[in-house]
T-cell receptor, first 115, second 109 residues
Framework: DAGVTQSPTHLIKTRGQQVTLRCSPK?????VSWYQQALGQGPQFIFQ???????QRGNFPDRFSGHQFPNYSSELNVNALLLGDSALYLC??????????????FGQGTRLTVV | QKEVEQNSGPLSVPEGAIASLNCTYS??????FFWYRQYSGKSPELIMS????GDKEDGRFTAQLNKASQYVSLLIRDSQPSDSATYLC?????????FGTGTRLTIIP
């Protein structure tokens, strides 16, 4: 049973560029959430996708956008990259319908460095 | 007040002893609580979930929840060097995880 997979694992981009990160959820999961983790901090919620719609959004600017496909996989796009966007980007998948009592599993993350 | 608070540590515990990690949260409507373990440079790994007041045991790990005090803890018995990691407390008040900053745990051989 494949777990959550993310690609790429590492990425270096130049300030002002755009980046797309990808995530395939664990088998049987239909909900994908994205988190940003800066060094020494806990993961911060960016947004969550369910049924191909953005269901919730954290306190991130519109430069951060996403998409969910019919097979439940998801993309995170970041435009106009800033140095401060350098972080570990984590995708978590879960199964909807458990009233919040649902376990979320993380992929291995994408380490983004903006130079 | 932060939504989820943890002592950042570092917490040093001798091998074989009990490690005790604590977490408080601010949203009284929170219904589900999780502990994740994160090794340096890796992603968080779910080790415990708890939804009801009381204790939940899984192997060497015991999670404790007290909703009245808005307090969650994780006990690790017979600590091993492989338990050295950062432990993240997460709360799920509305379908999204809110994390603390994590407690760095070091097990001393």
């Amino acid at each position: 049973d494949a777990g959550v997979t993310q690609s790429p694992t590492h990425l270096i981009k130049t300030r002002g560029q755009q980046v797309t990160l990808r995530c395939s959820p664990k088998s049987g999961h239909d909900t994908v959430s994205w988190y940003q983790q800066a060094l020494g901090q806990g993961p911060q919620f960016i947004f969550q996708y369910y049924e191909e719609e953005e269901r919730q959004r954290g306190n991130f600017p519109d430069r951060f956008s996403g998409h969910q496909f019919p097979n439940y996989s998801s993309e995170l796009n970041v435009n106009a990259l800033l140095l401060g966007d350098s972080a570990l980007y984590l995708c978590a998948s879960s199964r909807d319908g458990a009233g919040g009592n649902t376990e979320a599993f993380f992929g291995q993350g994408t380490r983004l460095t903006v130079v | 007040q932060k939504e989820v608070e943890q002592n950042s540590g570092p917490l040093s515990v001798p091998e074989g002893a009990i490690a005790s990690l604590n977490c408080t949260y601010s949203d009284r409507g929170s219904q589900s609580f999780f502990w994740y373990r994160q090794y340096s440079g890796k992603s968080p790994e779910l080790i415990m979930s708890i939804y009801s007041n009381g204790d939940k045991e899984d192997g060497r790990f015991t999670a404790q929840l007290n909703k009245a005090s808005q307090y969650v803890s994780l006990l690790i018995r017979d600590s091993q060097p492989s338990d050295s990691a950062t432990y993240l407390c997460a709360v799920n008040p509305n379908e999204k995880l809110t994390f603390g900053t994590g407690t760095r745990l070091t097990i001393i051989p």
